[in-house]
């Protein structure tokens, strides 16, 4: 390897190892090995580093483009048009990081659904030895290039195929390991079908009323044909593309409501409501927490369009019950009813119910990934989200604390308590 080249790398991997350890643990040294045999620069072409950054042409001038490629940061695939690809080269240290909870072993076979550049394909190509690994990419161009890109390093274990994820790779399966490199709102049903029984999915989950590219990225294991969780972090990711996976992230117009002429006219309740009214910018904190404890547990959670909110953090958000013809409204600092009073108080259930659980967020849950078809009913303690083909069933883990019948809790707008009850931090990239 050229000196040069040599230099990137080991800087590269001294980040790698700092990030690492801040997670707890030092990069594994399997991995070290992989990611040295696998130059990052082979799989960057047209990229732009940052959005505001200009666009970047590796195979036109590639030494003084070393230092960005060779950084713990994220890279957005352009197309030939310098147009951003609904695709990028992950935040390294991060996606390595949730590639090795999965735990390749040499021998395994392993499906990753969005492969993107190919580079983490390659990564695991090199972890599971005399293995294989299939690629999944919906893009043509990014398939083809990524396909040309493995064949120059002579990585014959390694196979891209083009093609929709959602279906997997039926011609390889079963997989003993699978990735999706993306957030999904409807698991594939492929997954129940393709992943060996034991065998382990790592799967970003899109959350209702998660701002962005937030998930609940989970590793689960296939038991007895559904998916069991053996651990989660928070994270983002590009969403998920195909029929149906773009729910969640979309906002509803009160004015569009069939009911809304009836009773739209002036709210049929107004009150404080210390939820957001801390950074009326933006629901952080408690408000967030209970926000996604909302979409998770009520199915009339929405999120709303007022014109105003530029994204899904900023958004108004509550309950709608279109049987009733009710709707309330959780804005910064202030809950709105409209119509009868049955949403708002849904909306007030809930918050009883998550104050009383201990204030909640996402990774204090189990969670099970089963086919629609199988899905129990939901009960105290155990919240079922039908997201498609699939559903998610959430539970917390016995003991928990149930409302006492009569119990009244103030809402309150403060940090949730410290510790693994909340789950909530910072979205990776």
Known sequence: MEPEIEDHITRFLGMLDTAFRRRGEA?????????????RHRFVHRFRADRDHPVEDFDAGRQRHLAAIYSDRVLTHLGPDDAELDSTNSQP????????????????????????????AAVMGRLVGDGQVAGVEILGDLARRSRDDLAALGMANVAIVEGDGAAGHAAGAPYDRAMITA???DPPAALFDQVAEGGRLLLPIALAGGAGRDCHVAVLRREEGRFRMLEAVPGGFVRFTGPGQDRGAERCRLD???????????PSLRRTLPLG????????????????FLGQTEPGFTVFD?????????????????????????RPGMLLGYGPPAAARRFDAAYRRWAALGMPGPAAFDLEVVRAEQAPRSRPGLWVEMRGASALVWRLPAPFS???????????????PAGPTTGIRPPGP
Not at 259 to 264: A, H, T
Not at 277 to 290: K, M, S
Not at 402 to 416: K, M, V
């Open 402 to 416: 149930p409302p006492r019948a009569g119990r009244r809790t103030a809402i309150r707008d403060r940090p949730p």
């Open 93 to 120: 240290s991060y996606v390595l990081w949730l590639l090795h909870r999965l735990g390749l072993e040499p021998g395994h076979r392993v499906m990753e659904i969005g492969s993107g550049s190919g580079w983490l």
């Open 306 to 330: 007022d014109g105003a909110a530029e994204d899904l953090s900023t958004s108004s958000f509550g309950v709608l019950d279109a049987a009733a013809g009710s709707v309330a409204v959780c």
């Open 27 to 39: 990069l594994p040294e399997r991995l070290r090995r992989a990611v040295r045999e696998v130059p």
């Open 183 to 185: 957030a999904v709102w």
């Open 256 to 266: 569009q409501l069939p009911f809304w002429p009836g009773i739209g006219a002036t």
């Open 277 to 292: 009214a801390r950074d009326p910018a933006r629901f952080g904190g408690a408000a967030y927490a209970f926000r996604l």
